[in-house]
């Protein structure tokens, strides 16, 4: 059973090396990944999360659907980006017990292969695409607290001392 990899694990700050798709393990990863992404109330999650480094991403921002619909994504390359930038607030599943603001472009663009190995293309904006970027980084070995501003970052780090101690768990926010 896959369980998530909380900061300042070693492993969130690697690059992630390219998978094989169709491999019936990644399929079996994929699904792992999905399941704990849904039980910890998240909108995606990247293998690193749960100690794996391969590049693989589920996503599923549809918060409001009555079914699950979980995109995995394999090999992710963020194409583009566009707009003005915006910044919002972010929680991860690796930093429990936090939220950052984190200024990202509106609208990206992702080529990705599925799990049989077929090219695919998704491109949005809103919640769907900074998650998209979010997750990408994450196989980047970028996290949250990489992401965010110097002064943001040093609140961010700050925090999430406390929520450690506090024994914060993956899926809470502040």
Same mark, same amino acid.
């Not at 990644?26 to 699904?31: I, P």
């Not at 970052?153 to 999430?160: N, Q």
């Given at each position: ?39 910890? &109330? #998240? ?7 749960? @100690?794996? %480094?391969? $590049? ?5 921002? +549809? ?52 799990? &049989? #190995? ?7 904006? @809103?919640? %769907?695409? $900074? ?5 990408? +980084? ?37």
């Amino acid at each position: 059973m896959l369980s998530i990899v909380t900061a300042p694990d070693d492993r969130l700050r690697q690059m992630c090396a390219p998978c094989e798709p169709g491999d019936e393990s990644l399929r079996e990863l994929a699904a792992q990944m999905a399941e704990l992404m849904y039980r910890t &109330d #998240g909108v995606g999650i990247a293998a690193p999360q749960v @100690g794996v %480094l391969k $590049r693989v991403i589920v996503v599923d921002c +549809d918060v409001e659907a009555e079914e699950l619909n979980p995109i995995v994504l394999v090999n992710p390359v963020l194409v583009q980006t566009k707009g003005d930038p915006v910044t919002d607030e972010e929680g991860c599943l690796s930093c429990p017990g936090i939220s950052v603001p984190i200024t990202r472009a509106p609208w990206a663009s992702v080529d990705y292969l599925d799990l &049989d #190995g077929n090219p695919q293309h998704i491109e949005s904006d @809103g919640l %769907l695409g $900074r998650c998209l970027q979010h997750e990408i +980084d994450h196989l980047d070995g970028k996290t949250l607290f990489e992401s965010a501003a110097p002064m943001d970052r040093l609140r961010a780090l700050s925090e999430y001392q406390l929520a450690k101690a506090r024994g914060a768990k993956p899926g809470e926010v502040q």
